[in-house]
């Protein structure tokens, strides 16, 4: 357990830090920080803990709230460092997915889900704090952009956590990870893609 | 209870399609497909599930996941068949509302609550997975489209289900479907409307 | 505890005059105000009650339907009365902003929750109501918008409960609701605010 607790605090961390980028973009003051980092950290974990009915685990845990509001006052004062705050943003953002992916679809099979549960909560967990964050800040939503895999890396990694997780549940989560943060970055490094629908007549 | 669980699968079906032909004008990849499709066929149930207290459909069943992901899979494949998939979406979208207005309102009568929280889940039922849909793919919600019923139809279908109960759940669900459908096709078709506000001075 | 039943009517009726606001402006039918004003009256308590875990409040007493349907109907048939509804809309949202926070914020302190927890949840319940309004309807979150005061006004609220929670609720819920609104209203009318983030280098 303690391992997915570990996770959790990572994912609401790195998280919170895009979505405190995001408020620098938007130049907002630090509340408004703090609010996009805890919306953006805390979003996908909630929601998965509202899905199964579980404590949502910040309720249960205020500390969570103390990560993701420090995350939100170090980027007000050093955010302007950065020689690029989107691509910041971008790259965090494939780190907090990779991480976010390992601990919801861990926290589902340590609950003794099914797979396809498992696979599912991954990915709810992984992708609702981004996508919360860019439509409450009007940004096109990384989930969704084209040309690029997102829900795709987190579904792979959640199915990385299905079929490792014979092996034992540390090796689960770093496989999944490694797998999700592995081939968002391919995509965003090198281009990898999925074929895209296309209509052949124009759009209609 | 059998005819809530088919109408819960009726309405994840179609408003999947719905999803899915959404996906295929954002030119997304087959797993964003199956996101939108998961998204907006089970959206408005599980909505109504968190209200309720109930066990989330899809968690104590899985069996709706693939319902919305084979959806997906078929419109990847074969939306370019359609002349226009924008107007397939408004009329599978209206099949799916009257389905899904009479699942949400079927399951809070058959859970013994009032009627004013029947047509409440009727409507957020029926409305919330196109909602989420329209909003995550940004596009206009059909939910506030200008001049055309959608809302209502919902809150007539949910009025139809309390009305009809008497006389057992079978009646209750058609009579709510029949009349959620009519009333939106007789608004695409023919127009059909309520006067809207208008202020007397310009937009202020 | 009925201080905390009184403040969620008056937050619900205030929000719910603002969403009928904001459906005037988007030219809905009367069903379209009913809707906008449920969720922008109910949405913030629905959220906190679903975090917490309790029993969603107009679930166990639907009379707040009939509030916020009401305050849509008056809304539907006397707005063109009012000279900017713009404005209209800016200053009952300061009025429910204050009401909501205190009623969220007196009900996770009544339940026994940690200070942290209580600021939350009056930011939640204050905040989300609006933000879904805002969101749906594509206007500019109010929540986010530049140089104001607004999550900010909803933070210092919460703390006023906190702070003052050892005189007694009613205190408590008036200071509340007093430091809310009076921060408000200076941001709006005298520009208070927090220094904004300013990146030196261009917008990257």
Redesign the interface.
């Known amino acids: 357990m303690t391992l997915l607790v570990l996770l959790d605090y990572a994912a609401v961390l790195v998280f919170a830090l895009t979505g405190a980028l995001v408020?620098?973009?938007?130049?907002?003051?630090?509340?408004?920080?703090?609010?996009l980092a805890?919306l953006t950290g805390m979003g996908g974990g909630?929601l998965r803990d509202?899905?199964?009915?579980r404590?949502?685990f910040?309720?249960a845990d205020?500390n969570y709230?103390?990560v993701a509001s420090g995350a939100a006052a170090v980027v007000?004062f050093t955010?302007?460092l950065?020689?690029?705050?989107?691509r910041a943003i971008l790259w965090l953002d494939a780190a907090a997915l990779g991480v976010a992916v390992a601990a919801g679809s861990g926290i589902a099979l340590s609950l003794g889900?099914?797979a396809?549960?498992t696979l599912?909560m991954g990915?709810a967990t992984g992708?609702f704090g981004g996508?919360m964050r860019d439509?409450?800040?009007?940004e096109?939503?990384l989930?969704?952009k084209?040309g690029e895999?997102y829900?795709?890396c987190a579904?792979a990694g959640s199915l990385a956590t299905v079929l490792v997780a014979p092996l034992g549940a540390v090796p689960a989560a770093l496989a999944c990870a490694a797998v999700t943060i592995a081939l968002r970055a391919g995509s965003m490094a090198f281009g990898w893609?999925?074929?895209?629908?296309?209509?052949?007549?124009p759009?209609?």
């Open positions: 408020a620098s973009r938007a130049q907002l003051d630090i509340v408004g920080f703090a609010f805890c909630t509202l899905l199964l009915d404590t949502v910040w309720i205020p709230l103390a007000f955010a302007h950065l020689e690029s705050r989107y889900h099914s396809a549960i599912v990915i992708c996508l439509v409450v800040a009007n096109v939503p989930v969704l084209q895999l829900v795709t579904f893609r999925l074929p895209v629908y296309r209509a052949r007549p759009k209609s």
